[in-house]
């Protein structure tokens, strides 16, 4: 095999073996548990004297917040009147979760409290704090049984939610809304559960949730298929040569 077909034969090996390590290699999430379709809550029960936060999937399983990230890939285009909640014009494409019709489906849930242990019957949950490469609103164009957007929590503007990115849930309550982000990459949304204990007093947790917002997995598909078929490509010239220089000796 002549130096330059070596050279070429080797270089392709090597890019091969990159493109290998490269799909094999896992985020630093690769431990939690990846959601990306059926039902589940931001749940809150209370146990042994405190708030407990968790993912609440399916009914049957349960995560601390680190412990499960919700993948995002479904699209929509922003709907009229969320502009103000997202900071986008409207049309503009947001990648969605949180109906049945855009996976995951995730809302928020009280279920596993009891109304007569808090006063009121209620907790409160907030927004507080946020980090991603864009915004983030969480919102429902029926709560008041019409097509008005109606936004529970915005990292854009507070002011464009219905009580300053703050929602009373009943306990007992299971409410779902649209997760919507403006931008692809990765998210995480603190969010504090507070209420009054009958007997234990004022309690307050809060939980880090983590959203990742992906391109459609057919997008996905046609970067890797397009790239195998280069690099096989290059393989195939390089074995060619190498095969042909072994006979011209």
């Given amino acids: 095999m002549k130096t330059n077909d070596l050279l070429s034969f080797r270089s392709a090996l090597r890019a091969a073996l990159l493109l290998g390590l490269s799909l094999l290699a896992v985020p630093a ?22 708030l407990n936060p968790h ?17 995002v890939s479904a699209t929509l285009s922003s709907p009229t009147g969320a502009a103000a909640a997202l900071g986008v014009a409207d049309g503009s494409t947001i990648w969605v979760c949180g109906k049945a019709a855009y996976q ?8 596993e409290l009891i109304p007569g242990d808090w006063v009121g019957g209620s907790i409160s949950l907030t927004l507080t704090a946020w980090s991603g490469p864009g915004e983030v609103a969480i919102f429902s164009t029926n709560m008041s049984n019409t097509a008005v957007v109606d936004t529970v929590f915005s990292t ?5 939610t219905l009580a300053g990115n703050s929602l009373e849930m009943f306990a007992g309550d299971h409410l779902h809304y649209t997760f919507a982000f403006t ?9 504090t559960w507070s209420g ?23 997008t996905n598909a046609l970067f890797i298929v397009a790239g195998m078929g280069l690099l096989l ?15 011209s000796r």
Wanted: hydrophobic content about 35%.
């Fill in 29 to 50: 999430v690769h431990a939690q548990y990846q959601y990306t379709t059926g039902h589940a809550d931001l749940g809150i029960g209370y146990e042994d004297g405190e």
């Fill in 55 to 71: 993912w609440h999937i399916e009914d049957t399983y349960e995560y601390a917040p680190e412990d499960a990230v919700a993948v």
């Fill in 104 to 111: 995951p489906n995730l809302g928020f849930g009280a279920e």
């Fill in 156 to 160: 854009y503007s507070a002011a464009a």
């Fill in 183 to 191: 931008e692809v990459g990765q998210y995480s949304l603190e969010f």
């Fill in 196 to 218: 009054t204990h009958v007997t234990d007093g004022v309690q307050s947790k809060s939980g880090t949730f983590v959203f990742n917002a992906v391109p459609e997995p057919s």
């Fill in 233 to 247: 490509m290059r393989l195939r010239r390089g074995w060619r040569l190498a095969y042909a220089n072994s006979f």
